[in-house]
């Protein structure tokens, strides 16, 4: 089985990628817009704007997912904690 920490260091690596992919497509198709340099005709603006919103909602994905792993290790280390406690005060 996977760890927790492999999972979340995938995952933040999935999304530090996607945010990437889409800054550049943001960039690009910003530049197309305002500059007028029709660099893509209006199917690929289309599929841009399409990517954009995919590629979003998969880093929030990653962004959720990261922060009910790391809820959970947080849950599990005071456990840990919450179990030596007890075992000094016996």
Partial sequence: MISKR???N???LFAI???F???ILAILAMAD?????DLFNDQ???VIILACGAFGLLILACFIINFML????IS????????KGDSKHE
């Fill in 6 to 8: 492999r999972i979340e």
């Fill in 10 to 12: 995938l995952s933040i």
């Fill in 17 to 19: 990628f996607l945010t």
């Fill in 21 to 23: 992919i889409v800054s």
């Fill in 33 to 37: 817009e305002i500059l007028q340099w």
């Fill in 44 to 46: 690929t603006e289309k």
């Fill in 70 to 73: 790391n809820l959970s290790l």
């Fill in 76 to 83: 599990a280390g005071i456990e840990h904690f919450a179990r």
